[in-house]
């Protein structure tokens, strides 16, 4: 079975400051999904960014992008020029076939950008 | 566009009585998706439908029923609702049910079982 693991429940940056938050996951697959979630106060689930396993290239979504490691299965986030806006709980996610429709979660890292 | 809608936003409900929780989505996607939220716990999927007319079981089943009449409408059902029903349970869509898919979420539903 496949698993996600985020080991900072919390992490604080300063505006305008870099935040890097980790992901490891397990997994057997060679060809599979992984994503990053976003959940704000407002309680929505937005996608921030993903990467296909196949890709080398590191997904990139503007102030965010991702440091995949595919050997180690590592997917961490990185948060560049944080702004406040950027406070939420962001979960890593990860899909596969063999996983069947579900998207597996790691337990969320929750980030507070202070002004 | 509204997306994905569900209602009601919050509920709270006796032990032992039954509730649905509704959800509907206006993107015509084909498979839909119910997780519930429990604190540390990530979101985990509790049942999905690739198609209208077919459901199938997540990883936490057990307690819920889901049906699929139509594309845009996926109900989540507690029959006889227990305690450790109370979660925060969200509805998804993805446009084809592949694993390349990308999952869209609904506002979610707070639900407290007393």
């Known amino acids: 079975a496949q698993t996600v693991t985020q080991s900072q429940p919390e992490m604080s940056v300063q505006e305008a400051e870099t935040v890097t938050l980790s992901c490891t996951y397990d997994t057997s697959e060679n060809n599979y999904y992984l994503f990053w979630y976003k959940q704000p106060p407002s309680r929505q689930m937005i996608l921030v960014i993903r990467q296909e396993a196949y890709k080398q290239q590191n997904a990139t979504e503007n102030r965010f992008s991702v440091n995949f490691q595919k050997a180690a299965k590592s997917f961490s986030l990185k948060i560049s020029d944080s702004q406040l806006g950027d406070t939420a709980m962001y979960f890593c996610a990860f899909h596969s076939k063999a996983a069947g429709n579900k998207l597996t979660f790691g337990g969320g890292t929750r980030v507070l950008v202070k002004p | 566009t509204a997306g994905i809608t569900q209602a009601p936003t919050s509920q709270i409900l006796a032990a032992g009585r039954s509730m649905t929780l509704r959800c509907t989505q206006d993107m015509r996607h084909n498979a839909m998706y119910w997780y519930r939220q429990d604190l540390g716990l990530g979101l985990r999927l509790i049942h999905y439908s690739n198609t209208a007319g077919t459901t199938g079981k997540g990883e936490v089943p057990d307690g819920y029923s889901v049906s699929r009449a139509n594309t845009d409408d996926f109900p989540l059902t507690l029959a006889s609702a227990v305690p450790s029903q109370t979660s925060v349970y969200f509805c998804?869509?993805?446009?084809?049910?592949?694993?390349?898919?990308?999952?869209?979420f609904g506002p979610g539903t707070r639900l407290t079982v007393l």
């Open positions: 998804a869509s993805s446009p084809l049910g592949t694993e390349s898919d990308t999952q869209y």
